[in-house]
């Protein structure tokens, strides 16, 4: 089975709404930090969003910050991100990323994290 699996990517209007999951079901027996990349045709993968497991502190790419949330359900194993206001600019296929470890850390790098979901479709509209 699929360790990530992302659901909620879909087709919006600007100024739209959409929330996204991620289970994880990883063979680990700590998380350090889950978070959210984009990447949009032709660019680079690009951070999002992260949250540390443990804690619960979180952190934005300033494109998105006072209009995305991240946020986890420990007992779920899930991480979600919250998308309001959205932009046209925003349409990118989504990551959901994982990094095992028993200690919290915020990590910006995609480099850091170890496991990625299979990537979902946010689309917005003009």
């Known amino acids: 089975q699929a360790q990530l699996i992302e659901s909620g990517g879909g087709l919006v209007q600007a100024g739209g709404s959409l929330r996204l999951s991620c289970a994880a079901s990883?063979?680990?027996?700590?998380?350090?930090?889950m978070g959210w990349f984009r990447q949009a045709p032709g660019k680079e993968r690009e951070f999002v969003a992260t949250?540390?497991?443990?804690?619960?502190?979180?952190a934005y790419a300033d494109s998105v910050k006072g209009r995305f949330t991240i946020s986890r359900d420990v007992a779920k194993r899930t991480v979600y991100l919250q998308m309001n206001s959205l932009k046209p600019d925003d349409t990118a296929v989504y990551y959901c990323?994982?990094?095992?470890?028993?200690?919290?850390?915020?990590?910006?790098?995609?480099?850091?994290?170890?496991?990625w979901g299979q990537g979902t479709q946010v689309t917005v509209s003009s």
């Open positions: 990323a994982a990094r095992p470890g028993y200690h919290d850390g915020v990590y910006y790098s995609k480099g850091e994290y170890d496991y």
């Open positions: 990883l063979r680990t027996f700590g998380m350090s930090a």
């Open positions: 949250i540390t497991w443990s804690g619960g502190t979180t």
